[in-house]
Each structure stands twice: as C-alpha cells, then as structure tokens.
C-alpha cells in the first residue's frame, strides 16, 4: 500500500513578505510555490525561485527597550537576581539552513495468526505467517543551525516557523542595530545532517519490524537570519549571558562562555544568495493571462504556446497526448519520459 500524507504547500509554517510588481503592495507568500494572487490589485503572480541558495532574514518582534523586562520576568521566574544597569544588551542574527523535502517510508512487518478448525472431535490448528508492507511519502521539513560551535543557541527552528515573517536578505531589510553572522556550517553539511537524523529515525522506526527503510530526497534548502539578543550582566561568579529571541521574547540559553559568539562575529563570507522574483503570470507570446497553477509547465488557452514555470525544464519540451476516445476519459495524468543515451541504457 502506498500513501501520501500531508500538503507540500504547508510543510513549513513561515512568510515571507515580497513587493508586487504591479502595484507595490505587500505579498505575502506561503510555502508551496508556484503562483499566487496580490491582495490589492488582483494581479496573478508567478514566484520565480533563483538558480542559487535563497536568504532571508527574520523580522524581529521585540525591541532592544522591550528586552529587560522579558529577562527579568526569566529571571524572577528562575529565583534569579533581576537585572541590573549594567546589563549589555546586543542584537545578532543566527543563520539556520531550512531544509525540506520528501520521505519515503517503507515498514515491512510480519503477522503471525493461528488458524483453529474443529472438526468433530478432532481440533486442526495451523500457523500462518503474513507479509504487510505500507510504502507512505510525506513531506519532511527540518532546520539545521549554521554555526558549529553555537551549543547554546537553538539546534532547529522547530515549531517557531510558525511565528517568522521573513523577507528577503537585501541591505533594506537587515536591521542595522544587529550583527549578522555568516555560516560555518555549508549547505551541503546541512543536508548531510538531515539524512544522519532521517537514518537515526530509520533505526528507530525499524524495531519491530522485518525491514524498515527511510529515504530523504528532492530537497530544497534555504538560509534562514533569525535575530536574537545577547545579554550579558554580572554576578557573584562573573559574566553570565542570556540568549533572547527577538521574535519571542522568551530566553531559549543562559551561559558564560562568550566564545562562539566573538567566533561567528569574526567569520566572513564571500557566498553569495539568490532572492527569488515575482512577476505577472501572462503568456510571453500573446501577453494573455496564463491559468492559475502550480504546475511546471502550462500553456496558454489563447496561443497554446508552452511556458515552462521552472528553469530546470528543457525549452524544447514536447508534450505528447495518447490517441484515446475522450469521451470515455475522466481526467488524464501527466508523465516524464526520459530518453537516455545509448551508453546509460
């Protein structure tokens, strides 16, 4: 049996925020891309993802002055001294890769019944032994924090996503009363530790079963600034430091080794990341609005050109329809097919 779990659309529970380019206005666009439609003036958009890895940089919800007294309600609440005048107080963004993708799951279990047929007197028992394996695919969403050392700060985003609006990394929209850090940790590191937590999660899931195997695949990565505060005060044993999320307000570490953060504030990086684009959803050919889908390719119901939606798709593409009474058809479904070179085959 084969199942699908879930809506790829709400795999991950944050916003990000973009200009319409046809009135200006606010877009607000969930995960799931494909094409979406302007608040204001009505215009259907097509989401543009770029070639390279996408950063954005959460919006923060807390202000440096709202900062003391969510630290001593943390404080009073942990029968700790407020603080005091001297409290330092100073805002970072943490870099976090935001991975997503699909997990195929396959469980193979063995059932063992006792069949018991009565005949008279006579009692005839037998064992019967019976394979079931369920196949599910469902969307997987995780996050990863990009700085090594960081053992402090969050591992993952968790649930949070929900609170983030984010907005793409550009000078405008990076607060300057905070520091940004870049990754220590790459991309491909991020992937890497989701497919050590996916094959940790395939142990686990294989007790009790004959087979068990998890596979992570079709990923899609991106680099998230989420902005927290350092506070750091003094007490009877030195300098204690608070981390506070800036979009929260809730005091996720408390420590008094200060070295991942001169570390990740020391690191540069020359890496650059793509921003994705909005534009109107109109035939290039004859400039009619092209139909509202999330699909890879589409064609125009006025010139039947074909437009590809994703720059992975070959601008020669044909598409081909199977020769068939329609009239008998409810619906058809699309197919990829591949030819490969005479050396792969």
Known sequence: MVSWSGNRS??????????????????????????TRCDFCGSLLRIGLPATVPAYVARERISKFEVRPHLDRY??????????????????YIPYWSVDGLLLKLREQKEVKVLVEQNG??????????QHARVSLVPHSTSVCAIADAVTAPASLGVRTAGLVLRPMVEENINNEFELFSPQITSEGAVAKVEQQVANLNRLAGLGSRKSVSKFFGHGIELVQVPYYVCVSTDEDGSVAYLLDAVTGRVESEFRDLDWIENAASIGSDQEYGELSLSLHRCGDCGEDLPDSNGLVVICGNCNVLTALDPSVPRDLQILTVASDESTADFSLPFWVFELPECER
């Open 75 to 92: 404080l009073k609440a942990n029968d700790k001294p407020l603080s005091t005048f001297e409290l330092e107080i100073k805002g970072v």
């Open 10 to 35: 709400d795999a991950r529970g944050y916003v990000v925020e973009t200009g319409c380019p046809g009135c200006g206005g606010v877009v607000k666009l969930k995960h799931g891309f494909g094409t």
């Open 121 to 130: 007197y006579a009692r005839d028992e037998r064992t019967l032994e019976q």
